[in-house]
C-alpha cells in the first residue's frame, strides 16, 4: 500500500483546511485509516481514526475536525475547523491492516505511512 496525502498549507487562525490521503493498492472496510501529526521538537500523536464507519479523535481536536473516507476510492479526509497555532504540525496519514481497537490510538500499530504534509496557522 502507498500512501499520498495532499491538502496541507498556511492558514490563519480560525481557518479550515481539508487534507486527502489515497491509498494505492486499494484498502478493505476493516483497514483502519487514521491521521497523526507531529509538531517541531514534539512526538508524533493521534490526531483521528476511522475503522467500519466509526470514527475516534483525540481530546485536542475533537468537535473541530471531521474524519471521513470513502471506501470506494480507498481515500481518507481530514477537515480541519477552527485551526489554532498549535495545530501546526506535519500530518501523516496512516494505514493499519490489524490495527486492534486498543490500539487505534498508537503509531507503532499502523504499518503503512504517508510522506507528511505541512499545516502551519499563523496567529
Known amino acids: 500500500v502507498q500512501l499520498a496525502e495532499s491538502g496541507g498549507g498556511l492558514v490563519q487562525t480560525g481557518g479550515s483546511l481539508r487534507l486527502s490521503c489515497a491509498a494505492s493498492g486499494g484498502t478493505q472496510t476493516s483497514t483502519v485509516m487514521a491521521w497523526f501529526r507531529q509538531g517541531a521538537g514534539k512526538e508524533r500523536e493521534f490526531v483521528a481514526a476511522?475503522?467500519?464507519?466509526?470514527?475516534y479523535y483525540s481530546d485536542s481536536v475533537k468537535d473541530r475536525f471531521i474524519i471521513s473516507r470513502d471506501n470506494a476510492k480507498s481515500t481518507v479526509y481530514l477537515q480541519m475547523n477552527d485551526l489554532k497555532p498549535e495545530d501546526t504540525a506535519v500530518y501523516y496519514c496512516?494505514?493499519?491492516?490489524?490495527?486492534?481497537?486498543?490500539?487505534?490510538?498508537?503509531?507503532?500499530?499502523?504499518?503503512?505511512w504517508g510522506q507528511g504534509t505541512q499545516v502551519t496557522v499563523s496567529s
Open positions: 496512516a494505514v493499519g491492516t490489524r490495527t486492534i481497537l486498543s490500539t487505534i490510538r498508537t503509531a507503532s500499530a499502523y504499518n503503512y
Open positions: 476511522t475503522r467500519y464507519g466509526y470514527t
